[in-house]
């Protein structure tokens, strides 16, 4: 069917350009932004450092352990070995080794100084560089001392640690043995493995990123050519709204922005204020009662505060943007989405003003800032859109049911307690572990906290699932918003 309707006085075809353009930059930009957590993962193979339970023998001169196994981990960077040492001062050198046991060559090896072994002390020996070509392959790690008796560690091992190891693992690989100067032993030495692994995605990422932007632009294509021919679609309806009600929607942002310091004394101040002030006392009663040992605590804590008060704050506005202009909706026409969609975009200039003080106490707290910075834009957009297909359901569901702001109040108390602002998931037990990671807003909070403590890019999975939860969402509260507006004012 042709639309009779005017055509607004933009360019589509330089704005798809530009759309193009803007994802080639894009693309290019987070390939050098990511770095190495596009390419390589910590290690899911990874061996744990087993429980101590006794030890092994006095590593005197001519005593040799001999620890057998396999790894899953496709690039080694570390060993460690747990060691006790009796409680007195110790004298001599001790070495670690690694062979593979294929073709018998050294691939490891350090010597370290026995009297600097502290008890429960770790010896490490970590790589120049990773070395890849060990997954799988059978490896025997050798421990070996010149100490004379009396003055020589002991490394220590565990009993119940070897059965667990040895039951996970998969057809074909090296079982964990452990022999003490050539004699069998029951039990596995305290050691642990720790690497990285390759991601798929980081390996294909220009194939994977090529692919996607053939479909971005056969979508553009086809957009332009409806509009050629005086069609609608999704995207160039969008584009035509925002032209034609642009000033409306500035009027209602600023509104919104301004009507929450109405006749404060403080006035924006507050987006500085308050979550510092909720920083401070999450601060004072999680770091004395809980006693987490979180490093960079708050920090820790104002990116989860500044996260969830963002999603808090829009999605309770977008809740009753529709009721609230009721008389204007009455009277005037607007495209309804308009209202949420200005209510998530007050909030989000509140969002950004908050963001200075968490980078002041971030600096203040000695984290440097680094290029991951840069990417601070993405999981909060996504975070956006996440908030606005939820407001749009919400404040579709106020329209006919107005109970929902009193669930959606006690709805909000549960989310924040599943999210983790002051508490480490580390914290909880896996089967609360696997819930709380299901909550859109972890992903968000710790794509954050990577960007800002950790200093780097999070895995590209979470892109990922930072972007679906994102659109789906939108996509679903779009959805049930446009079926149910036509009925707003039979209930306004």
């Keep these: 069917m042709k639309s009779n309707k005017q055509q607004p006085s933009f360019n589509l075809k330089r704005i798809c350009a530009l759309c193009i353009a803007v994802y ?44 057998t196994f396999s790894m899953e981990v496709q690039r080694l960077q570390e060993i460690s070995v747990q060691w006790g040492t009796y409680y007195r001062p110790n004298s001599g050198t001790a070495t670690m080794e690694l062979y ?57 091992m565990s009993v119940s640690g070897a059965a667990a190891l040895n039951e996970d693992l998969k057809e074909g690989q090296t079982p964990f043995s452990l022999t003490m100067n050539g004699q069998p ?5 305290c050691f642990s493995v720790t690497g990285e692994d390759y991601i798929w ?28 021919r005086g069609e609608h679609s999704v995207l160039a309806n969008a584009l035509v709204a925002v032209q034609k009600y642009r000033f409306l929607i500035k009027q209602l942002v600023d509104r919104d922005f301004k009507a929450k310091y109405k006749r ?15 920083m401070l006392v999450q601060y004072v009663v999680f770091s004395n009662m809980f006693k987490f040992d979180i490093p960079n605590f708050p920090v820790y804590l104002l990116c989860g505060n500044v996260v969830f008060s963002y999603f808090s704050e829009s999605c309770g506005m977008a809740l009753t943007s529709i009721v609230g202009n009721a008389g204007l909706i009455t009277k ?9 969609l200005t209510r998530i975009m007050s909030s989000m200039v509140n969002l950004l ?37 939820l407001g749009m359901l919400l404040a579709a569901a106020m329209v006919f049911f ?62 990922a699932q930072c972007a679906v939860i994102a659109l789906v969402t939108l996509v679903i509260g779009a959805v049930v918003f446009k079926k149910s507006q036509d009925k707003f004012v039979l209930y306004l």
Aim: proline share 7%; charged share 10%; hydrophobic share 50%.
């Design 402 to 463: 107005r109970d929902i702001q009193f669930l959606w109040g006690v709805l909000t108390t549960i989310w924040m307690y599943l999210t983790p602002i002051f508490y480490p998931v580390s914290a909880l037990p896996e089967g609360v572990q696997a819930v709380v990671k299901m909550n859109p807003l972890y992903l968000y909070v710790t794509f954050v906290r990577s960007c800002i403590i950790d200093g780097i890019s999070p895995e590209p999975v979470m892109y």
């Design 264 to 278: 404060s004394v403080l006035g924006v101040f507050w987006s500085f204020l308050n979550p510092l002030l909720n």
């Design 100 to 156: 593979n046991q294929n073709d018998g060559s050294l691939v490891l090896s350090k010597t370290f100084d026995v009297s600097q072994i502290q008890e429960g002390g770790l010896t490490t020996m970590t790589a120049d560089e990773p070395i890849e070509g060990l997954c799988n392959t059978p490896l025997l790690l050798r421990v070996y001392a010149d100490s004379a008796p009396g003055t020589a560690a002991s490394p220590l």
């Design 24 to 67: 080639v930059a894009l693309v290019i930009l987070l390939y050098f932004l990511m770095g190495h957590q596009l390419h390589f993962r910590e290690s899911r193979g990874d061996i744990a450092l087993p429980v101590a339970e006794s030890g092994t023998v006095e590593l005197v001169q001519g005593a040799v352990l001999e620890q």
């Design 353 to 389: 003003i908050s963001l200075i003080p968490l980078f002041a106490v971030a600096l203040f707290s000695g984290l440097v800032p680094t290029k991951a910075y840069l990417l601070l834009p993405i999981p909060l957009f996504l975070l956006a859109l996440f908030c606005l297909g």
């Design 332 to 340: 005037v026409y607007v495209p309804k989405y308009i209202y949420p």
């Design 201 to 228: 995605t980081g390996l294909h990422y220009w194939e994977f990123t090529a692919a996607l932007g053939a479909v971005i632009a056969l979508y553009l294509l086809l957009v332009y050519r409806k509009w050629k």
């Design 185 to 189: 032993a029951e039990g596995v030495l």
